[in-house]
């Protein structure tokens, strides 16, 4: 734990500024991880300052030291979870802009390396996106807590207060859904990859 | 056998490229600091939200004093509805046929017929 349950009960107790110290011990994972759960930077703080809001007006029901950090992780999936939810038209909108740069982006992710950092992190991030969406906010949200985040089984049972046995079945048939979309997307970049140039039509990009 | 060795070692592959995927995706989206109004932010925020759970709070409140207050006012009607009614059930016969006699008899205000006689 990155803080002392002491300083937890004390902003149960309505202390503002153990309070302040709480968030700014778990802000910097807690952006990260929401960071990798919705894919969009640029929503990340919003979603995070809900997720310490949520925190604030249920801190008081916390009684355990141990059950905190799966606690938080727990309101970080449901808040992210939300925002997927209310974002999903947009995202689908946008992911349908990306299917043609997708396939691009497999392209580049097999083997061109001339790109910029920048670039690049956006071509992966854009790319698993693309990936997750194949699968509901649910699995997406899970399947990031495993694969991503390297939470594991006993960890996500403490999220989700499910056993583990209903939590494997689930990470299977989503990794393998999310692994049938991979495949296909490897294998349009490796057919357009062997298509002769000037066969290409109009998604040549020209 | 050996097609299904293929399929197997493909699937392997396919899974590792996509672990590794997954693992650049982790670098490219590493842990981050906060902005500067962050905290202001979400401070502003819970207070806001504070606002409206106190307001709503009043308003349940006064809701449940009104529903308190005109609950008792019917209690009131009622008890003091079922008083006449009581005696008007629980009086005898002829009681009640005072009171029917009384009710039929009251408009006809028999001071103005005297007076109407008199002219």
């Known amino acids: 734990m990155l803080v002392e349950f002491e300083l937890i009960q004390r902003a149960q107790q309505g202390d503002a500024g153990a309070f302040n110290q709480v968030v700014t011990a778990y802000r910097r994972r807690i952006l990260g991880t929401i960071s990798r759960l919705i894919g969009r930077p640029e929503d ?22 141990e059950v905190f950090e799966p606690w938080l ?9 939300d925002y997927l939810r209310k974002s999903r038209r947009r995202m689908e909108s ?42 509901s906010e649910e699995d997406r949200l899970l399947l990031t807590l495993k694969e991503v985040e390297g939470l594991s089984l006993k960890e ?3 999220v989700y207060n499910v056993n583990e046995n209903a939590l494997k079945v689930r990470l299977f048939r989503a990794r393998q ?18 298509r002769p140039a000037g066969s290409g039509g109009a998604s040549g990009g020209e | 056998m050996i097609g299904n060795r293929n399929f197997k070692a493909g699937n392997e592959a396919l899974e590792g490229r996509f ?14 600091d906060a902005s500067p109004d962050f905290m202001p932010e979400m401070w502003a925020r819970i207070d806001a939200r504070r606002n409206q759970t106190t307001f709503f709070t009043r308003m349940s409140r006064a809701l449940v ?18 008083h006449q009614a009581a005696s008007y059930f629980n009086g ?5 046929l005072k009171m029917e006699h009384n009710l039929d008899l009251d408009p006809m205000h028999p001071d103005r017929i005297a007076e109407l006689e008199q002219d």
Not at chain 1, 112 to 127: I, K, L, N, P
Not at chain 1, 178 to 191: D, I, P, T, Y
Not at chain 2, 65 to 82: D, M
């Open chain 1, 44 to 65: 990340v703080e919003d979603v995070a300052q809900e997720v310490f809001m949520r925190l604030f007006f249920s801190l008081e029901q916390l009684r355990t030291a």
């Open chain 1, 73 to 81: 992780y727990r309101l970080t999936v449901n808040a992210s979870y």
């Open chain 1, 94 to 135: 946008r992911m349908a802009d990306l299917s043609e740069q997708q396939v691009m982006i497999a392209d580049a992710v097999a083997g061109t390396r001339a790109q910029s950092d920048e670039g690049e992190r956006r071509r992966v991030t854009d790319t698993v996106n693309g990936l997750l969406s194949s699968v």
């Open chain 1, 156 to 158: 996500l049972e403490k």
């Open chain 1, 177 to 194: 859904r999310v692994l049938k979309k991979f495949g296909q997307q490897e294998e349009e970049a490796a057919s357009r990859k062997t």
């Open chain 2, 19 to 32: 672990d590794a995927l997954m693992a650049s995706y982790r670098d490219a989206l590493p842990d981050r």
């Open chain 2, 65 to 82: 004093t009104f529903a308190l207050a005109a609950s008792v006012l019917c209690g009131i009607l009622v008890a003091s509805s079922n």
């Open chain 2, 92 to 96: 005898t016969y002829i009681e009640v």
